[in-house]
């Protein structure tokens, strides 16, 4: 199976603008004809069938899988345990050209590390600097001296240009660098 370029917008503390410079990001590559999946981690119990909906009703009398479906929507809710991080850029990359994940700081896919002046202590980068890093580029208000591109934290189409070059560049025989 060939697996989709991702790329992790990781940060070490929320408020940081990490979904801004996502969405940012995305709107970008769509405008560019891109086709784009998302992934965002969250560390909280996440709810999409509300209680009293039909959705959650179909949930409490067993259904593992319930499809909810509408006009230009499908969503599918799959009762899981935490499932691999394969499995779900798998999920995320069906019909994409590339997957934007939000989190997963942990997981092995290059990084975009977002700092923010102000609000992150350190950098995970240096963190990380002593042995492999999947961090591949900064993204930040502030000026960084460190081994790996700085791009600017509130300009999002240089942002995309650099996903678009880095993730997205095809050779001369279609496949991509990476």
């Known amino acids: 199976m060939t697996r989709k370029p991702a790329v992790a917008f990781v940060s070490g503390k929320s408020g940081t603008g990490k979904t801004t410079l996502l969405t940012g990001v995305l709107k ?24 009293g909906k039909d959705s ?5 009398a067993g ?8 006009p230009g929507i499908m ?3 799959r009762r899981v345990k935490m499932p691999s991080f394969e499995e779900i850029l798998k ?3 069906r019909g994409t050209d590339v997957v934007l994940v939000e989190g997963f700081k942990d997981f ?3 990084g975009i590390e977002v700092y923010r002046s102000g609000f992150s202590r350190h950098l995970l980068y240096r963190k ?8 591949i580029a900064v993204a930040s208000n502030a000026s960084l001296s460190i081994d790996v591109p700085v791009l600017p934290l509130n300009e999002p189409e240089l942002v995309c240009d650099f996903i678009e ?12 660098d990476v």
Not at 56 to 60: D, F, G, K, M, T
Not at 63 to 70: A, K, L, P, Q
Not at 165 to 176: P, V
Request: aromatic share 4%.
């Open 108 to 110: 092995p896919v290059p």
């Open 28 to 51: 970008c590559l769509k405008r560019r004809g891109y086709r784009v999946g998302t992934v965002k981690h969250s560390m909280h119990a996440i709810q999409v069938d509300p209680e």
């Open 63 to 70: 259904s593992d899988v319930t499809v909810v479906c509408g």
């Open 91 to 93: 999920e995320a990359s």
């Open 165 to 176: 070059e880095r993730f997205l560049k095809k050779t001369s025989n279609g496949k991509s």
């Open 75 to 77: 969503a599918t809710i």
């Open 128 to 135: 990380d600097k002593e042995g492999d890093t999947n961090i």
């Open 56 to 60: 959650r009703r179909h949930a409490e």
